[in-house]
């Protein structure tokens, strides 16, 4: 059998995937320290901030996502121009909802900073006010450029996103670093690179997809019209994924507000146990993406004995990689507390929730996470979604009350409710998987 992706080809896709995420988590750690020197408040008021934007940014990937598996699909049938019509299509879908996204976020900041944000010190208040005001504006410049980076991914060159994730944190570490240290400009040093930096990343990428000669490309002239047909099957896939990852991030969201009332230590320690959680998992996040191409092509193929194939060595190396990165991240962690500078109660909550989250991350992550991505692939995106969603607020929403504030575990306790949620999922996806039916989907 001749398989569609040779050890050289996933080297091409995988390798500039785990430098893009790398370089992203990086450059918010090396952010973090920064605005920490500011203080602890800023660093609570920027992470507050991060967690809504978060739910922005994961819903329009997700949507991005179900233009990338459509217009993978049509590359397994040979039907490139399809594809890059599949592709114009989620670029305008995306591009419309992210203006209406930004514009809600201004009316209704004062709902966001009063209630959302729960009952905060008035210093962090400000803080989160001073960064929502500045990195609003991002909004849609950010979802265009992750809907770019996705076609480009679907094509299997993550070569291009890497380069464009390097010029983004270029831009916002040197900026922050001048604002912050420079001009003494606070957390809105810390909000104004970003800005810039997404504004460049997007207008760059959607330029570089312009080219006719890209295997994917934004058909010219551009015909600013709705594809019924098309937008139904991206939608399709889109809409389940970015309800599932809006529910999650909502529940995050909550979750949070649980945290808020644990106290300031609290809300820096969990601000930098998810900067440091996210690098041990930045080896599955870039497999994830990986499985999505590869998958999509496969499927569209018709060919699922290397869905299957495809998928349990990526599960394989996934595995291993985890174990790699989270052995960095325990062997680290010291000097990352030092680094950070926190009091000693803030210091003593991240140093507990991180050893704990680097043991879950290599046992069950990879099936909770990157396994369900050839589901989504394979247009299996109903039951997905469900299992995500009910896992999520069951066990992760309320066993984080009820561990945190009934057992009075506080941080710890929420930690520990991600992690169940973590195992629920996996027992679901994996007898998913093994059912075949997926196959149907």
Known sequence: ????????????????????????????????????????????????????FILFINVFSALATGGAVVAGQYIGRKDAETGC??????????????ILVMAACYVFRDFILYQVFGDIDEQVRHNSK??????????????????????????????????????????????????????????????????????????????????????????????????????????YIGVPNGLENSMFQLGKILVLSLV??????????????????????????????????????CVGAGDYQQVRYYTKKLIKLCYVSMLAFNGVVVLALPLILHVYGLSDLASHYARQILLYHAVCAVTIWPLSFTLPNTLRASNDVSLTMLISILS?????VGFSYLLGLYFHLELFGVWIAMTIDWLVRAICFVLRYKSGKWKKG
């Not at 995937?17 to 973090?32: A, K, P, R, Y």
């Not at 019509?85 to 992210?98: D, E, H, I, P, Y």
């Not at 999520?392 to 992760?396: H, K």
Request: proline content about 3%.
């Open 85 to 98: 019509r599949a592709a114009w299509q989620m670029l305008l879908f995306v591009g419309a909802l992210s």
């Open 392 to 396: 999520m607020w069951i066990f992760r």
């Open 1 to 52: 059998m001749e398989y569609r992706f040779s050890n050289q080809d996933l080297r091409k896709l995988i390798i500039p995937l785990i430098i893009e995420q790398f370089l992203q988590i990086s450059v918010g750690l090396v952010d973090s320290v920064m605005v920490a020197s500011v203080g602890e408040a800023a660093v609570s008021g920027v992470s507050l901030v991060d967690s809504v």
């Open 260 to 297: 808020s009332g644990f106290g300031t230590a609290a809300i820096a320690a969990n601000a930098i146990g998810n900067y440091v959680a996210m690098f041990a998992i930045l080896p599955g996040i870039a497999l994830g993406y990986t499985t999505i191409t590869v998958v999509s092509q």
């Open 130 to 235: 001073v960064f929502l005001l500045i990195v609003s504006a991002s909004i849609p410049f950010i979802a265009l450029y992750n809907a770019g980076a996705a076609i480009f991914r679907v094509m299997g060159n993550s070569k291009i996103a890497m380069q464009m994730s390097l010029l983004m944190n270029g831009i916002n570490l040197v900026g922050i670093a001048i604002l912050i240290y420079g001009f003494h400009f606070g957390v809105a040093g810390a909000g104004i690179p970003t800005l810039v930096a997404r504004v460049a990343a997007a207008v760059i990428i959607i330029v570089l997809l312009c080219d006719q000669k890209r295997l994917l490309h934004l058909p010219r002239p551009f015909v600013f019209r709705i594809d019924k047909t098309l937008l139904k099957r991206i939608l």
